[in-house]
């Protein structure tokens, strides 16, 4: 897998799921945790920080009075009911740890939903790239990582989730996904599997 033709996406990286008083904390309650996801994380983009590989980021954030969401349903009812990834409040920013980066991740302004692609300019970004590979990181798995990487499955794209990059509301959901979801049009792999395979 060469570096530069594959990107890696990182999302939900924000203080809302990972601060220790993120409103939706304690929505993620699964091996792995929010924790070691950010650990295995930073560790991932260290080692791919001098290569040529792209990355971005794409946080979800709402305006104050949730406007855009004219009629939810669902997890984005959830969300707004709640108040999280509010514009403006510290649970809408990008975790710490990820702006540690700094310009080496590229952020990518627009979603406002459960797919990356819809309403962003990642898909153009991609192209720029001439990217063929995507990788995935970040919460929640049979959310946001399974809209986007199916939608960039159905872009013709060859995809990778990361099993230790990942986390889902449970366990068994984290482990369905990766077992039996994904497979059926991505790679599982490690982070360290896949540092393994690039050159």
Do not use: W
């Not at 991609?126 to 959310?143: I, Q």
């Amino acid at each position: 897998m060469r570096a530069e033709h594959t990107a890696l996406i990182l999302i939900g990286y924000q203080n809302d799921y990972f601060a220790a008083d993120g409103i939706l904390k304690d929505v993620l309650d699964g091996s792995p945790t929010p924790g070691e996801v950010m650990i295995n994380t930073v560790h991932l983009l260290r080692a791919v920080e001098a290569t040529a590989m792209p990355i971005f980021i794409t946080p979800i954030v709402f305006t104050p009075d949730y406007s855009e969401l004219t009629d939810a349903t669902g997890i984005l009812k959830a969300i707004k009911d709640v108040k999280a990834f509010r514009e403006g409040e510290p649970g809408s920013k990008v975790s710490p740890e990820i702006l540690g980066f700094g310009d080496r991740i590229t952020e990518v302004r627009g979603k406002r939903g459960l797919n990356a692609f819809y309403g962003t300019e990642l898909q153009h970004l991609l192209e720029a790239r001439e990217v063929t590979h995507v990788v995935f990181a970040g919460v929640v798995t049979s959310v946001c990582i399974d809209s986007s990487a199916r939608y960039a499955y159905d872009q013709g794209l060859n995809v990778t989730i990361l099993s230790d990059c990942t986390a889902g509301r449970t366990s068994i959901e984290q482990e369905f996904f990766c077992s039996n979801i994904f497979p059926i049009y991505a790679q599982v792999q490690s982070s360290q599997e896949l540092l393994d395979s690039l050159h």
